[in-house]
């Protein structure tokens, strides 16, 4: 198709089989879109209501159609770890987006004084993010193991009296788990609030330092508010992960000591390929869908579905 | 040279240092698991066992090294953390370019072309990005295993084609919404359909947005550990997986420095697509997170 297009030619080609290609127009943007189509209609709405059925019926180690109402869900409701992974992950994500935002918000601002080695700073503070949750979870196992990790070290400068066996107590495994995800992830929050930051008017610093305001209330009062969709996007990053939270766990405790730091996620792994209940897994994933969706929905509809104009 | 125009000459104030104190005491917290990983990997396991984890080699060995990438054991096989380098390798290239072939084809249809449905296609999309993957993992299992693909490697390329998918669109689409219409319309009325548009036009105009999809998939398929597990199959067991057999395997003696060595090895392609990458890697992130 790569003959000359002297104009005259060109525009009479153009305009002639006009019906011709208006039908082809039609019709090619479903080839393009087929894919998608496809994989959302099969991966995401399929594997979703197929889930939601699975824990209506009475399936154990395999799937079987007997419907059996709301079983899974008393079951699910009576079982301990299920509780308990829920009361975890209430307080993993409660700790874990606080812990975040304020030492991502506090190390954005650090930066934002113009501070000497900012790059080298800002590279120390984000690699972490780069990491997986697996090697993060890992990492903080072995500083946190009681005989080979900081409690040692402190034994053998004399400190015996320090102990630092989080990771092996059951009521504060939960918090070394807060802990390396704080690590992991408190970097990409300051990345996000630096952008937010470099953003905000300079002539507002001028302003408010003519004004003899100082700084940290300018911050609090005004600098805080201006930012308020970064940390919104910020706070729906932290959430995603906190609902996803699965591999930290199984890599710095495994769920243990005994249960204590069981969360939803792992408590569905376990279920569908350990132990062999799928219907009470499936109960639990949906149970963990609608929440997500119940809560994540208004926000969406808020960011991208509202009458905009179109971005220049 | 400070003239009375320059900016204010920063003296050493009490809140100067205190910032400093405080961006050190950070920094150093943020590395001293890279350092300790380090240190305890050009150990011996003597001296593991004897010394703090902070000291320095008092002899440096890359034995550990050797050993966690050609011997090491997971569970039953011994061939070390390189089989699951290779594993991630061949998982990571086709699943990069798959998905982002069809998020880029897809965005650029959702922001310049009318079609029916495409409202929907984009809810679900946005939707899918934030539900947790528990939701979808045993009913595809149970697709996989009737076509029968379950466990091999297609089956887990296809996965992280199917995941990355809501993100690199939402990416696309934000990217291709904020080009200008008229450059669109122009090609139209040159007589161009979609897909001479798309490959002659948006595909070298999305340079930007194409290195920030391929930061954003190479990390993350990288550190992908649940498909891995649940999808790849035995054989083709990431090296995020493989690491944690490694790592957390029950038998025999705990070889710290050998398991450091492995850690260090799995995070090193996305580290090095970080450090390589630098504001790009950022830009990735935040665009990829959520708006462009």
């Known amino acids: 198709m790569n003959t000359p297009d002297t104009s005259a030619a060109a525009v009479s080609a153009a305009v002639a089989p006009a019906s011709v290609s208006r039908r082809k127009m039609h019709f090619s943007p479903y080839v393009a879109l087929f894919p998608a189509f496809a994989i959302v209609l099969l991966a995401y709405v399929v594997t979703v209501v197929w889930n939601i059925w699975i824990s209506f019926t009475d399936s154990k180690v395999l799937p079987v159609n007997i419907f059996v109402g709301a079983k899974q869900y008393d079951r699910l409701f009576s079982t301990a770890r299920w509780l308990l992974s829920l009361q975890n992950v209430v307080v993993f994500g409660v700790l874990f987006i606080a812990g975040c935002l304020i030492l991502g918000f506090l190390l954005a601002v650090a930066l934002d004084q113009k501070v000497r080695f900012e790059n080298t700073f800002r590279t120390i503070f984000l690699y972490p993010f780069a990491m997986s949750f697996i090697v993060t979870g890992l990492v903080w196992q072995w500083i946190m193991n009681p005989t080979l990790g900081l409690q040692k070290v402190a034994d053998s400068i004399g400190f015996t009296w320090f102990r630092f066996d989080w990771i092996v107590q059951s009521d504060l495994a939960l918090y070394v788990i807060v802990l390396a995800g704080i690590w992991q992830s408190s970097g990409l929050v300051m990345a996000i609030m630096l952008a937010g930051l470099r953003g905000v008017d300079r002539e507002l610093w001028k302003a408010t330092r003519i004004d003899g305001v100082p700084s940290w209330r300018v911050y609090l009062h005004i600098v805080i508010p201006i930012l308020r969709p970064t940390i919104i996007t910020a706070s729906v990053l932290l959430a995603i992960a906190v609902v996803r939270v699965y591999e930290l766990v199984l890599a710095t405790t495994g769920g243990g000591p005994g249960i204590s730091t069981e969360v939803p996620g792992k408590f569905i792994m376990d279920y569908l390929f350990g132990r062999g209940n799928i219907g009470l897994a499936t109960g639990a994933s949906t149970v963990m869908f609608v929440t997500v969706v119940i809560l994540v929905t208004p926000w969406l509809y808020y960011e991208y579905f509202r009458e905009k104009p179109r971005g220049n | ?292």
């Open chain 2, 1 to 292: 040279m400070q003239g009375p125009t320059g900016r204010k000459p920063q003296h050493l104030t009490p809140g100067r240092i205190g910032l400093y104190l405080f961006l050190v005491i950070a920094a150093l917290f943020f590395l001293l698991p890279l350092y300790v990983m380090l240190v305890t990997s050009f150990k011996s396991m003597p001296e593991i066992r004897q010394g703090n984890i902070f000291a320095f080699p008092q002899m440096w060995t890359a034995d550990a090294w050797v050993q966690a990438w050609s011997t090491a054991c997971t569970g039953l096989e011994c061939g070390g953390i390189s089989v699951g380098f290779w594993n991630s390798v061949k998982i990571l290239i086709p699943s990069m370019i798959l998905s982002i072939l069809i998020s880029s084809l897809t965005g650029y249809a959702l922001s310049f072309w009318r079609v029916k449905g495409a409202n929907v296609l984009f809810a679900i999309l946005l939707l899918g990005a934030f539900i947790p993957y528990q939701v979808f993992i045993y009913p595809l299992v149970l697709i996989y295993r009737d076509i029968g693909i379950y466990s091999t490697l297609p089956c887990i390329i296809i996965t992280h084609t199917v995941f990355g998918l809501p993100v690199l669109t939402l990416l696309f689409r934000n990217y291709y919404s904020s080009l200008p219409m008229e450059l669109f319309k122009a090609a139209r009325i040159d007589g161009a359909g979609l897909w001479q548009i798309f490959f002659r036009l948006m595909i070298p105009m999305s340079i930007p947005i194409l290195v920030v999809a391929a930061i954003l998939q190479v990390t993350g398929i990288w550190n992908d550990f649940l498909f891995g597990v649940v999808f790849a199959g035995r054989e083709n067991f990431p090296m995020t997986v493989q690491l944690n057999n490694i790592v957390n395997s029950t038998q025999g003696e705990k070889l710290y420095n050998v398991n450091m060595a492995a850690t260090i090895l799995t995070a090193l392609v996305p580290l090095i697509v970080y450090f390589g990458s630098g504001r790009w890697f950022v830009r990735g992130i935040t665009a990829g997170a959520v708006k462009g």
